[in-house]
């Protein structure tokens, strides 16, 4: 199993600005993944964070609007740029660990846009 | 394109009774399905994870069964608490790690 922190927890930024959000792992892992879950809806795969190679994005989501950084092994930060009130949700960061591809999750950080 | 639904979206019971929530999806070419659980404004919860070859798994007072042939996997809660209020997530995966979650089923067990 992996124990996964998120900072910060929530917060709430204006139209136009940028935030960048924190995932930290408790342990070396190989895979590590941002989603997003938008009010009402389930959660939706943003990219992979690859270390030391840029991040795999999934159709709809660009680098431009979320920049992923993946430094080491324990730590990756999604940003979300030029915000607008559409990227108002939770987001989360998630680690593949193990030989069964099974998944864990942080706590989420819920992001309203103003 | 993989699509996954669960059923039914709400659920409302008296604390004590057994329960099956419902998840279905449309590519049988899953390597592993998860169930979560995740509580309001929190994050997600591991709870089972079977993999394709598998038919069952059992965590306590939870049961996950999966039918790959026909889409579906079904969880089974037996003698519910108030505790268990939470949404139930179902998520498939093609051995990539890249999960695709249901829709999600919003459980509130009443004392």
């Known amino acids: 199993s992996a124990v996964i922190s998120q900072k910060p927890s929530r917060d709430i930024c204006q139209r136009g600005t940028s935030l960048t959000i924190q995932c930290q792992v408790d342990s070396q892992v190989t895979m590590m993944f941002w989603y997003r879950q938008q009010p009402g809806q389930s959660l939706t795969l943003i990219a992979t964070a690859n270390q030391g190679s840029e991040a795999t994005y999934e159709s709809g989501f660009v680098i431009d609007k979320f920049p992923i950084s993946r430094p080491n092994l324990t730590f990756s930060t999604l940003t979300v740029s030029n915000m607008s009130p559409e990227d108002s949700s939770i987001y989360l960061c998630?680690?593949?660990?193990?030989?069964?591809?099974?998944?864990?999750f942080g706590p989420g950080t819920r992001l309203t846009v103003t | 394109k993989q699509e996954v639904t669960q059923i039914p979206a709400a659920l409302s019971v008296p604390e004590g009774e057994n329960l099956v929530l419902n998840c279905s999806f449309t590519?049988?070419?899953?390597?592993?399905l998860q169930w979560f659980r995740q509580d309001p404004g929190k994050g997600l919860t591991s709870l089972l994870l079977i993999q394709s070859s598998q038919r069952e798994q059992t965590s306590g007072r939870l049961n996950a069964s999966l039918d790959k042939s026909s889409g579906r996997s079904t969880l089974y809660i037996a003698a519910s608490q108030p505790g268990d209020s939470a949404t139930y997530l179902c998520a498939v995966d093609r051995g990539t790690y890249k999960y695709i979650f249901g829709t999600g089923t919003r459980l509130k067990v009443l004392a």
């Open positions: 590519d049988s070419a899953i390597y592993n």
């Open positions: 998630s680690v593949g660990t193990g030989g069964e591809y099974e998944q864990y």
